[in-house]
């Protein structure tokens, strides 16, 4: 199965609120498929539609993506956060679609989510794991257009947004 290609900062695809997913059938399942494929290959920890492309809210993540002992790949569909708590500084955080640059960014600690599964079937997620937490921040913010360098100092905001601009003037 074949990767989808990364949407990346600065398209203002990734700035739109998705869609909610109506009808989860065997094409969303196939696409659910290659998202996988894409995250893992990337090495990522997380994916979200909009990222490949797609803007309904289904999000993907996994704890320990280079690691195929421990992998184990989560799906989420229409996701909100509906409570969060505490602050923490996720460090280093870094985005698929924001390459080569990585920054600090104020987390909650401990988030509860809701969502469905990839069969449809309501699920709850409660997490005070500040990694999980961060994942699910963090891909639940691509669903409404969010990136998290929106979320770091206006200054390294604007070193990296200097850094994409001089690249992009190079091709
Ligand atoms: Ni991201």
């Known amino acids: 199965m074949k990767s989808l290609k990364i ?5 203002n695809f990734l700035r739109q609120p998705t869609k909610p997913v109506e009808n989860i059938n065997g094409e969303l399942q196939d ?3 290659r998202m996988a494929v894409t995250m893992y290959g990337a090495s990522g920890a ?7 492309g797609y803007d309904k809210s289904i999000i993907i993540y996994d704890a320990f993506p280079t690691d195929p002992e421990k992998q184990c790949l989560e799906v989420l569909i229409n996701p909100k956060i509906i409570a969060a708590e505490g602050s923490r500084v996720s460090e280093q955080e870094g985005c698929l679609s924001v390459p080569d640059f990585r920054a600090d960014v104020k987390r909650s600690v401990a988030v509860l989510a809701e969502g469905m599964d990839r069969k ?3 699920v709850r997620i409660e997490t005070d794991d500040f990694l999980m937490a961060v994942v ?3 891909e639940i913010d691509h669903l409404n257009g969010i990136l998290f360098i929106d979320r770091i ?3 390294k905001r604007e070193l990296y947004k200097r850094r994409v601009k001089k690249h992009l003037r190079k091709k």
């Open 46 to 52: 997380g994916l979200a539609a909009i990222q490949v």
């Open 136 to 138: 699910l921040q963090h």
């Open 31 to 33: 696409f659910i498929e």
């Open 120 to 122: 449809g079937k309501p």
């Open 7 to 11: 949407v990346t900062y600065p398209d």
């Open 153 to 155: 100092s206006a200054l």
